[in-house]
């Protein structure tokens, strides 16, 4: 099933789903504060946490299995119960495309479900490398959270991708300058990652020894320093 930590509750055709696919290697507090301005701004009655097996754009990085991104998901979004985790691009192959999950998503929540697609200003950038960028705008309003050191040129994106500006709505949220990669490098840095996630995700990366080995390779001489 691929909603989860709703005990009880029934997938139904619930009106607002807000959407915030990612690696989540790990899952952070960037995250967690783009999900939560989103739910409360857009009033969203669900915001579903989509882990992929691997991005399609990382396929030469190695990622954590998806067993220890879902579990340090679980722990970060405990205590919030309209987040949930949503294994639907771990139940099929990889690579996992945005357009199919939307897909995927639309059909378990029903015709009258409005999708939220949430991501930061990093992101949309890449929007039209994505597969169907057409449907994926087609499929669910494109929520774009400002993100520290990301301006993408949005007149350039809707001259090749018409009807984007109709779909995207974008929100200005608290801006948090930490990144998955920073937070590996970190770890592997034996730097403090402590109030840039959960403390039960952080407990986690500790208790299961994640990233220590991380891209150790190519840490820079100031890294080292
Ligand atoms: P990585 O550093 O490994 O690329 P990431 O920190 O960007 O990871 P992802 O899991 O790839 O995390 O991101 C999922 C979504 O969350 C993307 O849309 C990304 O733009 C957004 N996001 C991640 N961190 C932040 C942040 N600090 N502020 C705003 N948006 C963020």
Redesign the pocket.
């Known amino acids: 099933m691929a909603l989860e930590r709703v005990s009880g509750v029934a997938a139904r055709a619930a009106t607002a789903i807000g959407v ?6 790990p ?5 967690l ?2 999900a939560e301005e989103a739910r409360v701004r857009l009033q969203l009655d669900r915001v579903l946490f989509v882990p992929a097996q691997a ?1 399609p754009f ?1 396929q030469n990085q190695h990622t954590t299995p998806a067993t220890h991104r879902c579990r340090m998901i679980e722990l970060a979004i405990a205590g919030n119960p309209t987040f949930a985790l949503s294994r639907v691009d771990l139940q099929r192959p990889a690579p996992s495309y945005t357009v199919d999950t939307l897909r995927l998503l639309k059909q378990e929540w029903g015709e009258g479900s409005q999708l939220y697609f ?6 949309i950038a890449g929007l039209l490398a994505w597969r169907d960028p057409a449907e994926i705008i087609r499929l669910a309003r494109l929520v774009l ?4 050191g990301h301006a993408p040129d949005i007149q350039h994106l809707e001259a090749q991708l018409p009807g984007l500006r109709e779909s995207l709505i974008i929100l200005d ?1 608290p ?10 490098r970190r770890v592997a840095m034996g730097w403090p990652i402590r109030y840039q996630v959960p403390d039960s995700v952080m407990h986690y990366i500790m208790a299961h020894q994640l990233y220590r080995d991380y891209d150790s390779a190519s840490l820079t001489a100031d890294q080292h320093a």
């Open positions: 915030l696919g990612g690696t989540f290697d899952i952070h507090n960037g995250h504060v783009i991005s990382k949430i991501m930061g200003q990093d992101a959270m400002r993100r520290p949220s801006e948090l300058s930490v990144s998955s990669t920073e937070l590996r």
